[in-house]
């Protein structure tokens, strides 16, 4: 089992709507979580961190659930420039700067 | 501009030909990783440092070395490359501790024929 896992997808959803992607992770000694956006052939590019009590920006808004082991990041009124690829990072303690990272979930918003 | 920068960006070669692709950054960040992006498997760690003199294996070593001489630099070593090293590779670097974001290089597109 891998120790962050996504839905590949790919998601294509129409400008304007509201989209959803999970993600599951296996250590319950994760610490840290994160979405990353990775647009098509670049580098990651953090997104937004991931906070137990939930946590929004914009239109984005990233849920972590501790006792599931998931983490959630809705996207609201999608926009074109919302498409990318969608990484969902764990970080495992709190001292050392590993990340694990899923292999990420392709989101296409259609005109 | 704070930046992580690789080199080469792209680079085609041949089995068992050394190679290095740099990696420097700007900001002086302690911790520097590399990373490689193959289709359904995500970025893995191959190595990782978390200051001068000091590396450490990540989840796929092999084929694969690094030096962190000088804190700005953390060269990617393939002493002979195969065709399974084929990849995109990322550079990253950060301040140590939580919650310091991770800055990503803009990647090295690696062909080994």
């Known amino acids: 089992r891998k120790e962050v896992e996504q839905d590949p997808g790919p998601f294509n959803v129409p400008e304007g709507a509201t989209v959803a992607f999970n993600c599951t992770y296996s250590?319950?000694?994760?610490?840290?979580f994160f979405w990353y956006r990775q647009d098509c052939r670049k580098e990651p590019k953090l997104l937004m961190s991931?906070?137990?009590s939930g946590n929004e920006d914009g239109r984005f808004t990233a849920q972590l659930n501790r006792a599931s082991q998931y983490i959630s990041l809705l996207i609201r009124d999608s926009k074109l420039s919302d498409s990318a690829t969608y990484l969902c990072?764990?970080?495992?303690?709190?001292?050392?700067?590993?990340?694990?990272f899923g292999q990420g979930t392709r989101l296409t918003i259609n005109p | 501009e704070a930046q992580v920068t690789q080199n080469p960006r792209y680079l085609i070669t041949v089995t068992g030909k050394k190679l290095t692709v740099t990696c420097s950054q700007n900001?002086?960040?302690?911790?520097m990783s590399w990373y490689r992006q193959d289709p359904g498997l995500g970025l893995r760690q191959i190595y990782y440092?978390?200051?001068?003199?000091?590396?450490d294996k990540g989840d796929v070593p092999e084929g694969y070395k690094v030096s962190r001489k000088e804190k700005r630099n953390f060269p990617l070593i393939l002493e002979s490359p195969s065709p399974n090293q084929t990849s995109l590779y990322f550079c990253?670097?950060?301040?140590?501790?939580?919650?310091?974001?991770?800055?990503f290089g803009e990647g090295s597109w690696l062909t080994v024929v």
């Open positions: 991931v906070y137990s």
């Open positions: 990253a670097s950060s301040l140590v501790g939580s919650g310091n974001t991770i800055y």
């Open positions: 440092s978390m200051n001068v003199e000091v590396t």
């Open positions: 900001m002086n960040h302690e911790y």
């Open positions: 990072v764990v970080k495992k303690d709190l001292g050392a700067q590993k990340l694990v």
């Open positions: 250590n319950s000694a994760s610490q840290s």
